[in-house]
């Protein structure tokens, strides 16, 4: 039986690109960084770097349609971005570290909620064994308002993982987390990819780039440069 939370459950008609920008500009009414191009294809890991405050986040809220392009050219699954469109909510899987949670629904009902949500089959054990993956057995029935930043980090990583998705879009996701699941946000990264998933990511973490990333964007006021993974953790540790 296919793992349910697993990615490319739900493919995607374009099986081309599922994001492709063009000299895309993004900011609030004034470009925040240099014009943007990228191309995150099913399989791919694409991080986008760069020192705080360049506008990775900026970037990434375009793209999920959340803010709107100042210019340029900009596809989500073959059209301009559309955070309410049917497709978009049942392909793109996001993790933007808001931590927007019901205060009164606990941590496994949360990720039940999420499943229920997307039509997960067998959601009691799929929200079970992202409770064992995420180290939240032991807090599975707290609010949020009692979990550490670094388990509410843990349990949003949880919510977008529950779901079926062709595209992740994750906002710094290693932020306040411990070494261990650090390493195992790389390993997860890896098996989307490898199992046909695509991943855009902003990352401050040189060992996420240098082992998941099949490409990199170094984002900056001047210009965006695209880098191989080796050369990205480089530049992470350099800035
Ligand atoms: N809602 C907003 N309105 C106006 N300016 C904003 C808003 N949010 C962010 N900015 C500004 O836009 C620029 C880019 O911010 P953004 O959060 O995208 O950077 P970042 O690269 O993600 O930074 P970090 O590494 O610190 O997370 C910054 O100068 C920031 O102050």
């Not at 411990?178 to 060992?207: C, Q, S």
């Not at 998941?212 to 990205?232: H, K, N, R, S």
């Amino acid at each position: 039986m296919p793992v349910p939370a697993r990615p490319g459950t739900r493919p995607t008609p374009d099986t081309d690109a599922l994001v492709r920008a063009r000299e895309l500009r993004v900011g609030y009414d004034l470009p925040v960084c240099a014009p943007v191009d990228l191309t995150v294809h099913a399989g791919e890991v694409l991080a986008v770097i760069g020192a705080n405050g360049t506008g990775k986040s900026t970037l990434l809220r375009t793209v999920v349609g959340q803010l709107e392009p100042l210019g340029g050219r900009l596809e989500l699954l073959g059209a301009p971005p559309d955070e309410r469109s049917a497709q978009v909510r049942s392909t793109v899987a996001q993790d933007l570290g808001d931590d927007a949670f019901f205060p009164a629904l606990t941590v496994r009902e949360h990720l039940l909620l999420t499943c229920y949500g997307h039509g997960v089959p067998a959601p009691g054990e799929v929200v079970e064994e992202l409770v064992e993956e995420f180290g939240l057995v032991s807090r599975a029935d707290a609010l949020p308002s009692a979990l550490s930043s670094g388990q509410r980090r843990r349990l949003l990583l949880a919510a977008a993982l529950a779901r079926p998705r062709s595209l992740l879009v994750l906002d710094e996701p290693e932020q306040r987390l411990d070494a261990g699941m650090r390493n195992h946000l790389t390993e997860r990264l890896v098996e989307e990819r490898e199992a046909g998933g695509a991943v855009l990511l902003a990352t401050h973490d040189p060992a996420v780039v240098a082992g998941a990333a099949t490409a990199v964007l170094l984002i900056g006021e001047d210009q965006v440069q695209p880098l191989d993974p080796a050369a990205g953790a480089a530049a992470i540790d350099a800035l």
